[in-house]
């Protein structure tokens, strides 16, 4: 595994890039909100996805290597993420298929970022579909569901069946893989593995 520094406009970017030769693609993935790269769920994916030949890089956005826990705004999430792709297709990614990927943050990040980025699929751990009601509010949480029918190209969700966030429906070039747990997905990280091993094989075939 390498370590890549990319400077973005909203400060350094940090990719952790695992190779694998006569790779077909590689899943680029994106942490959570508050949380890392570490996470099991992400670890578990990074395992599937080198076991199917792929290629993996694993994103820090700037906010997490300058040692902040709250997330940027979206637009500067989604600005440093579409600079990260750029330099990896110039280089260590070049002639490569991309899958975009993430869990709960990341995964908006990825879907948001398919379209223009040409992504050749989206993995989407733990996608936060409804965001947490306030208690001092009144109006009824506003579904994201519109980031992942934005989405041209096939899209996995893998979503724990106890998940808070809700569960995303499946729809024509979207599978959802339930597994046991909530949205941390820790409670079935080897079924995790085997819903995005399957797929990304089916993807590459």
Do not use: N
């Amino acid at each position: 595994m390498s370590a890549i520094e990319v400077q973005t406009p909203h400060g350094q970017a940090r990719v952790h890039l695992h190779p694998v030769a006569g790779a077909w693609g590689a899943l680029v993935l994106g942490h959570g909100a508050g949380g890392g790269i570490g996470a099991g769920d992400l670890q578990a994916a990074t395992r599937a996805a080198l076991a199917e030949g792929f290629v993996v890089a694993l994103v820090e956005q700037p906010y997490r290597v300058a040692g902040r826990r709250a997330p940027a705004l979206a637009a500067q999430l989604d600005s440093a993420w579409s600079t990260v792709i750029k330099r990896l297709r110039g280089a260590e990614l070049e002639d490569l298929a991309l899958v975009f990927g993430g869990r709960s943050l990341g995964a908006r990040v990825a879907c948001r970022a398919a379209a223009a980025g040409g992504a050749a699929g989206v993995l989407c751990l733990a996608f936060p579909l409804l965001p947490p009601r306030r208690a001092a509010s009144r109006r009824e949480p506003q579904s994201r569901l519109p980031e992942l029918e934005a989405v041209p190209v096939p899209t996995l969700v893998v979503q724990g069946a106890r998940d808070r966030f809700g569960i995303p429906p499946p729809g024509p070039m979207r599978t959802v893989v339930e597994v046991t747990g909530d949205h941390s997905l820790r409670s079935d990280l080897p079924a995790v593995g085997e819903a995005v091993g399957t797929w990304l094989a089916q993807l590459s075939g």
